[in-house]
């Protein structure tokens, strides 16, 4: 009876001092390891994520400021039809929305704004100065709430693992199944987010495009209706809706056209070419107002003229829009003007 001689095997070494795995194995991920991964990767994710929100919060503070600015505007140009005994009846609570129209059509009118105006005793003038008692100063204030208004709070839970494992295996099949299922979900999420990079950078290109439009068409036309003096016309068909105004000290005539199937806003003036204010104006609208200002506790209104000769307040607004792969997303722009007409006598 003979025996064989035992041979021990031992893995050899390297050159770098590892040891060598056998012929024909690699070694894989553990299910640790893939879940760092994922966990990195998702919180890159979020991040990303949470970039492009503030963003959209940034953009939206911005559109709620200009707005706040536009009503500020509005009832600076009503106190000038106010006489000194009307403003008696100080303070004054009124309440204005983001946007008006929709808001009378059932649309919901965004963000509420509440505003107070209160008259107070001129106190920059010398208590000396004989003018000092024939003076008023008048104070805006405005109220809302941004998007900042609810508090919420995020949480994150993490699960550890309760145990580590000792030795370098490859990945079972029940753990190829969840790294698989985590690899989907992850995929699913960066391709979210590239769909909605893409929709975020383009709203932003937009509301920048629709915000410097919109300005330029409040200072050009606003400029000249407010040295207009008087309205001779206006039309509201399917097709185009108009006001014109005449301005007889420098002998020109002004009319404001929007060419509602080209969903665009051209002021004409005497003597210039036609000049295209707005695109992709959506609604366009306008009202005449007579001089006597109604003065309430909540607010400061002006009854409809009768007829166009005696209009001496008039009220613009227009809500334009862009779109983003052909849909009309977060891409409106909503202002509203309100202008005296300075120059009419009566």
């Known amino acids: 009876m003979q025996f064989q001689p035992y041979k021990a095997q031992s893995n050899r070494r390297k050159g770098n001092g590892e040891p060598r795995l056998p012929m024909g194995e690699e070694r894989a991920f553990t299910l640790a390891e893939v879940i760092v991964a994922v966990f990195i990767l998702t919180t890159m994710a ?3 994520y949470a ?3 503030t963003g959209f919060m940034i953009v939206d503070s911005a559109r709620e400021d200009l707005r706040a600015s536009q009503i500020l505007m509005q009832k600076a140009e009503t106190i000038r039809l106010c006489t000194w005994s009307s403003l008696a009846s100080c303070p004054i609570t009124f309440t204005e929305r983001y946007d008006p129209a929709g808001f009378a059509s059932g649309n919901g009118g965004g963000t509420i704004y509440t505003g107070t105006l209160t008259t107070n005793a001129p106190v920059s003038i010398r208590t000396t100065a004989a003018h000092r008692t024939n003076m008023c100063l008048v104070d805006l204030t405005l109220y809302w709430t941004n998007y900042n208004g609810g508090q919420s709070s995020v949480r994150f ?7 580590s494992r000792k030795r370098t295996q490859g990945l079972t099949l029940v753990e190829l199944m969840v790294a698989t299922a985590l690899s989907s979900m992850l995929l699913a999420v960066v391709a979210s987010l590239s769909v909605y990079s ?5 709203a932003m290109e937009n509301y920048t495009d629709l915000d410097v439009h919109s300005r330029n068409a409040l200072d050009v036309i606003g400029q000249e209706l407010r040295q207009a003096t008087a309205v001779v016309g206006t039309r509201i068909t399917t097709s185009e ?12 005539g002004l009319k404001v056209t929007w060419n509602i199937p080209a969903h665009t806003v051209i002021f004409e003036k005497t003597g210039q070419a036609p000049r295209t204010c707005l695109t992709g104006c959506d609604r366009w609208e306008f009202a005449l107002y007579n001089k006597a200002p109604n003065i309430s506790a909540t607010n400061i209104t002006f009854n409809a003229a009768t007829n166009v000769a005696d209009c001496k307040v008039m009220s613009m607004s227009w ?3 862009r779109t983003i792969l052909g849909n009309k997303i977060n891409t409106e722009s909503v202002q ?7 120059n009419k006598v009566n």
Request: charged letters at 15%; aromatic letters at 8%; a positive charge.
């Open 198 to 202: 893409a929709r975020t950078f383009a």
């Open 46 to 48: 979020l991040s990303l």
């Open 319 to 321: 809500k334009c829009s």
């Open 241 to 252: 809706r108009y006001v014109a105004l005449t301005n007889t000290d420098s002998g020109t």
């Open 51 to 53: 970039g492009f929100s």
């Open 336 to 342: 509203t003007a309100q202008i005296v007409l300075r």
């Open 157 to 163: 839970h993490l699960l550890h693992p309760a145990r």
